[in-house]
């Protein structure tokens, strides 16, 4: 198995940047697709962004594409959310979360289909 601690989190003002960062370890980095996930108060876990093994692929919900940008460094089993122009709507706590499956397009998007997820990092978007 993996475990993954997500850290970077913190307050920042709407238009700020944020980076976050998710170091996994354990079992082989490399074996697994990850993705970004959110949850705000009183609201599901939502899908934020996902990115395949070799980085080859990226996906993102509708609500941060164009702002945010989801890389991964497989050599330092580390996976990061650039997240630019910040919402006061972008707050919540960001999960990431891996996955040994192998799926296409959309279904990386499901909560449910990730093995493995972080502690959270709280996000705080002041208006």
């Known amino acids: 198995q993996v475990q993954l601690v997500e850290s970077g989190g913190g307050l920042v003002q709407a238009g700020d940047s944020l980076r976050l960062s998710c170091a996994a370890s354990?079992?082989?980095?490399?074996?697994?697709?990850m993705g970004w996930f959110r949850q705000a108060p009183g609201k599901e876990r939502e899908f934020v962004a996902a990115i395949s093994r070799g980085s080859t692929t990226t996906y993102y919900a509708d609500s941060v594409k164009g702002r945010f940008t989801i890389s991964r460094d497989n050599a330092k089993t580390t996976v990061y959310l650039q997240m630019n122009s910040l919402k006061p709507e972008d707050e919540a706590v960001y999960y990431c979360?891996?996955?040994?499956?192998?799926?296409?397009?959309?279904?990386?998007?499901?909560?449910?289909?990730?093995?493995?997820w972080g502690q959270g990092t709280q996000v705080t978007v002041s208006s």
């Open positions: 979360a891996a996955t040994l499956g192998y799926y296409s397009g959309g279904l990386y998007a499901k909560r449910e289909l990730y093995n493995y």
């Open positions: 354990g079992r082989t980095f490399s074996a697994y697709a």
